[in-house]
């Protein structure tokens, strides 16, 4: 049970991090919630009416999705971040904190639909097994179970993502990874340039992205030593994404699952 | 008691979960059926990040105004943040603008892509991703005096290396302006 504490701690650690880092990204662009910006919050309430035709969703959206209104939000999930820090989790503060952390994520990921990505869909399910296993009383099994959930989907995340680019004609080909750090989007102008220069770079890194997303899974079963390689080539993966690829949240909601995959490869291993 | 139910209640949820996530990472009846009557709260990811198409494209809108004499304003491109400062794979708060542009302008074009070319595709104009970037368009700042409607463009562009030519998208009709 401590361990299984302290598991979830140090997931904390690295998920808070990332989710901190998010927050005051979100602060410092808050224009973009504005009635000019790309997000614009009127938009946005039109587009949760149309889908989601709930008075619930209705009332709430035209409650908190104002530029003003949202700041507040982000602003106080700083502090909820900070104070979670510091307040055990399964006691009746930490949950009710936990919830709060939960629903200002969920609120968020309501009207920013359009731009959200995997990072923003593993820090959700991060959250939500946090607040469904960190409940005041908790238990070994309930606890184990969220460890689990979230070491399984970090794999899948992976091999899924990995099947898709092997049926992919410009990942088999060897030209996804040029096209990609070509655009401005994603890219930097340094590391297309390079790709260009050097073709078979081009086939090692796309084959190799390729092949270890797909076996990911792999981490879960083969002894520690060799499944610490698959989690470095993971932190590496993600931090060359961060530089590169600008694609800093990834970083930290995916490192924040590793944890979680050592405890499931310790717990298969000594079973 | 009410412990052992409440564990055994969010093991059976987290099964689901997870075997829902699987079916839904296959684009088939079973997964639209889950999306659509399941996952009401839009909770089951997708994992295929830059896969199967991935991103290779740079995209722009640009408008251009009409005045009431019929004259044409030059083309101006709306301004987005671009290229990479230093500390951007520590804190980057400029990313959100391109991937929400990238967003929509891909969701329309798998949108059109699904009627043929010869059809009328004025129903454009009623998706909302049509709507967001007429909303952002109609809001940017008018270069000409007294300008009655705008127009605008998606266009897209290789980035850096630059090897073809710019592409558009989509021209839309000129709308009214208030």
């Not at chain 1, 939960?102 to 990072?119: A, E, F």
């Not at chain 1, 297309?192 to 992205?209: G, Q, T």
């Not at chain 2, 089951?44 to 991103?55: C, D």
């Not at chain 2, 798998?110 to 007429?134: A, G």
Request: proline content about 4%; some cysteine; charged content about 15%.
């Amino acid at each position: 049970m401590t361990t299984l504490n302290h598991i979830y701690v140090i997931i904390y650690s690295i998920f808070g991090l990332g989710v901190f880092i998010s927050t005051t990204e979100y602060l410092a662009g808050i224009k973009i919630f504005s009635s000019e910006g790309m997000l614009s919050c009127d938009m946005q309430q039109i587009n949760l009416v149309k889908n989601d035709n709930s008075h619930f969703l209705n009332r709430l959206s035209a409650a908190i999705f104002t530029e003003e209104r949202l700041k507040y939000v982000f602003l106080i999930r700083c502090v909820n971040i900070i104070l979670l820090f510091i307040i055990p989790f399964n006691t009746i503060a930490g949950w009710i904190l936990l919830i709060a952390l939960g629903v200002s994520i969920y609120i968020s990921s309501l009207i920013t639909r359009y731009g959200s990505d995997g990072s923003d869909q593993m820090t959700m399910l991060i959250i939500i097994t946090f607040i469904l296993c960190q409940v005041p009383l908790n238990n070994t099994l309930l606890l184990n179970a969220g460890i689990w959930f979230i070491a399984l989907q970090s794999c899948l995340s992976y091999t899924v993502a990995g099947i898709s680019k092997l049926v992919s004609v410009e990942w088999r080909t060897s030209i996804a990874m040029r096209l990609i750090f070509s655009t401005k989007t994603f890219g930097s102008r340094k590391a297309a340039l390079f790709l260009k220069k050097y073709r078979f770079i081009n086939i090692l890194l796309c084959w190799n992205v390729m092949l270890t997303e797909a076996l990911f899974p792999a981490c879960l079963l083969l002894p520690l030593p060799f499944a610490i390689i698959f989690l470095l080539w993971g932190f590496t993966f993600h931090l060359l994404n961060a530089i590169i690829m600008g694609l800093n949240s990834f970083f930290w909601a995916f490192m924040a699952t590793y944890p979680a995959i050592i405890y499931v490869n310790m717990q298969i291993h000594h079973a | 008691m009410a412990q052992l139910i409440y564990t055994l209640s969010i093991v059976i949820i987290f099964v689901l979960w997870f075997v829902c996530t699987i079916i839904c990472q296959f684009k088939g009846k079973s997964a639209a059926f889950i999306q659509k009557y399941i996952d009401v709260l839009r909770l089951i990811p997708s994992w295929t990040f830059f896969a199967p198409r991935p991103g290779k494209s740079d995209y722009h809108v640009l408008y251009r105004d009409k005045r009431p004499d019929e004259s044409l304003s030059e083309w101006t491109e709306v301004e987005l943040s671009e290229g990479r400062n230093f500390f951007d794979f520590i804190w980057n708060p400029r990313k959100r603008n391109k991937k929400v542009l990238s967003d929509i302008i891909q969701t329309l074009i798998i949108t059109f892509s699904r009627y043929p070319k010869d059809q009328d595709r004025t129903f454009l104009m009623y998706t909302f991703p049509y709507i967001m970037v007429l909303h952002l368009v109609t809001r940017q700042h008018s270069k000409v005096n007294d300008p009655a409607f705008r127009q605008f463009v998606l266009a897209e562009s290789p980035g850096y290396l630059e090897d073809s030519d710019p592409n558009f998208i989509l021209l839309s009709k000129f709308h009214e302006l208030n």
